[in-house]
């Protein structure tokens, strides 16, 4: 039912220890199959001749909508002393991916940094709800602490934060834009052609492309109200199994013609999980390609790992047969200065690296809202959201009193967890579980992000 991420902790030594050496490490319990990620520390103490303690844990937080719950306790430990291969290089990578971190300063430091922003109206919803949260500006990440039920989480900098539906962006959305540029046309291509199930080669799937699901626009759906075929039991037929046969066939299958593409939103994981699928066969059949991975060989080598996204980030959740699948729609894990990075990227560096145009420009500039005439596809029957090239904006015209429309892109994940984009470069996160409105409703930040700099239009 779990699976564990392990992150770099401390390791000192105690008078009192008897030359023992203590350590302790930063985990996290991962539920297995989804993106669920509960937090804790592990302690022990050893030495070079092998002896250990037991292992004592504690688990106080998590970022869960559904599952919230403390463990402790402790456990049989053994210690086998031996050469770590490679040692001197993965120190190194790791020291230079710390000193690589964007600069930090507490979110109370926005105050004196800034007169005149209040730092306070950057956290919104219920404290308990809450996991961490940010502002990027001017090159510096202001982080909030990472509060748990028990204190202050001691290794905050390497908290484990997972996606969910953030990855639709971060990963569906920018893997698209990257193939785009380096293979121009790639969004025009046929869903049919490139899907390897037979439920995607039927009539229903005719003109529907790679951009209509990233966009969740192919037309298909069982209710257009929103999120009713999301919220459906039957989508447990996804999101269960472990092969990616059986999740293909379901996004293949799933839902009925009604309407052409492209013209209206509804809300499909399914979608964003077969972009990833025929993004992948895509790439596999150019020359010299056949065994890549669009994931690795596309979106880590060319956008994620050149901005400077941590080793946390660079493993995604994938489906458990040979095909490991990854899952673009959800599964990745962060830590915050990998959120802080990506919404920089994002917003005031305009998806360049280095100065370098990394992405599609016109699929990039449409997904941030750079494009006045085409803002994309209203989100249900909610006037001032909309869905574009796997990226949501909200028009917040009403909370700052703008003359016309403003639009701002933003990232979000199941539970409570938002990444904003400012027009002015400032950026905002906040990542919660507690599912209600106050912990993504942005209005407050928006207004506050202003005073950095207005952005109405």
Known sequence: WWEFAFEAGRAWNEPGDGGATRAAIPFALVQRNANCTHNGVLMLLFDDAGAVSQAA??????????????????LRATYAPAAVAERDALVAAHRAEVAAR????PISALA????????????????????????????????SGCATRHGEYPFCEMLDLPSYSVAKSAVAGL????????????????????????????????GVN??????????????????????????????????????????????????????RWI??????????????QALRRLPGRERDDVFDDVLWSGVLGPLGLSPTARATRRSYDDARQPFFGWGLTLLSDDIAKLARFLGEQRGRIDGRE????????????????NPGLQVGTLERYRYRHGFWARNVQPELGCAQPTWVPFLSGFGGITVAMFPNGV???????????????????????????????
């Open 102 to 105: 964007m600069p930090v300063r």
């Open 210 to 263: 790679f951009l209509h699901l990233l966009d969740m626009a192919t037309g298909q759906h069982d209710s257009p109200a929103y999120m009713a075929d999301e919220d459906d039991a039957r989508v447990r037929d996804f999101f269960a199994p472990d092969t990616h046969a059986q999740r293909l066939a379901f996004a293949c299958e799933a839902y009925p013609r009604r309407e052409a593409p492209g013209a």
């Open 112 to 143: 004196s940094d800034h007169p005149g922003v209040d730092p306070e109206k950057f956290a919104i919803g219920a404290p308990r709800g809450r996991t961490a949260y940010g502002v990027v500006a001017n090159g510096v990440h202001y982080r």
């Open 175 to 206: 893997a698209l834009m990257r193939m785009e540029q380096l293979h121009p046309g790639v969004k025009d291509l046929p869903v049919g052609e490139f899907a390897p199930a037979t439920g995607c080669r039927t009539e229903k799937w005719q």
């Open 427 to 457: 950026a905002w996160y906040n990542v919660a579980d507690d599912g209600l409105l106050a912990s993504i409703d942005f209005a407050a930040p928006a207004a506050e992000a202003a005073k950095f700099g207005a952005y109405c239009r």
């Open 267 to 280: 809300y499909h994981t399914s979608d964003t999980y077969l972009l990833g699928t025929v993004l992948q």
């Open 57 to 74: 844990l504690q688990v106080s937080g998590e970022t869960c909508h559904y599952l919230q719950l403390d463990l402790w306790g402790t």
């Open 358 to 373: 990394v992405l599609d420009a016109v699929l990039f500039d449409a997904a941030m809202q750079r494009d006045p005439g």
